[in-house]
């Protein structure tokens, strides 16, 4: 029986565009921008900032000497959270609504500077914030670990006190639903196109 759903944030709740924020470094004057971002994950101090290996100060001098004299780390900061588009209305309302039913939870491979902006805001946009909508929340650089790493989901199930075998996990990447499987999580993919609401239906019922 399903008491739980945990979800992903990036291509599940909120839409997102790599080639954005390529292209935004890449105006920037970052040397091979594309070559830090993966299909689902980062690379270099990218990665280090999602798994809180780095503090995000860090993190902007490790990017600086790879970008023009003077870049301020505003415009970094703008840069990168390019890769957001934003949180449709319909996915917070359908949020709500299943937490009427089911204890409703986050797990994000994500950073503390679009955490504490972009991320915030697009919450908050139909007037909750991100803890009405969620019964709990797991970060990456909080949990000092990245999906699909197994660290990071013993990590949620320990912090959330959910029962993996009774929590229904949605993602976009089969990596990560294939290493939450193995600990015996129920798993949903959400590929593009689809809504996880409609997924939720189909898997249910």
Same mark, same amino acid.
């Given at each position: ?36 971002f993966g299909e689902f994950s980062q ?32 415009? !970094? +900061?703008? *840069?990168?959270?390019? %890769?957001?588009?934003?949180?449709? =209305?319909?996915?917070?309302? &359908?949020?709500?609504?299943l937490k009427a039913k089911y204890n ?57 006190? !959910? +029962?993996? *075998?009774?929590?229904? %996990?949605?993602?976009?990447?089969? =990596?990560?639903?294939?290493? &939450? ?6 798993t949903a993919l959400v590929a593009p ?13």
């Amino acid at each position: 029986m399903i008491k739980n759903l945990l979800f992903d944030l990036g291509g599940v709740i909120m839409d997102i565009r790599k080639e954005r924020c390529v292209e935004a470094f890449e105006a920037l004057g970052l040397k091979d921008a594309s070559g830090y971002f993966g299909e689902f994950s980062q690379q270099g101090p990218f990665m280090a900032l999602e798994r809180g290996d780095i503090s995000v100060a860090e993190f902007h001098e490790a990017l600086r000497p790879n970008l023009p004299a003077g870049t301020s780390d505003e415009a !970094i +900061d703008a *840069a990168f959270c390019r %890769f957001l588009i934003g949180i449709p =209305a319909h996915r917070l309302r &359908a949020l709500e609504e299943l937490k009427a039913k089911y204890n409703v939870y986050l797990l994000s491979n994500t950073n503390p500077i679009m955490w504490d902006s972009t991320i915030r805001t697009e919450f908050e946009k139909d007037g909750h914030d991100r803890e009405y909508y969620f019964d709990g929340m797991v970060t990456s650089f909080e949990a000092n670990s990245l999906k699909p790493e197994e660290k990071i989901f013993r990590y949620t199930a320990d912090t959330l006190g !959910i +029962d993996p *075998a009774e929590t229904l %996990f949605f993602d976009d990447s089969q =990596a990560n639903l294939d290493a &939450a499987a193995k600990l015996g999580f129920k798993t949903a993919l959400v590929a593009p196109g689809t809504e996880f609401v409609d997924i939720l239906h189909n898997t249910v019922e």
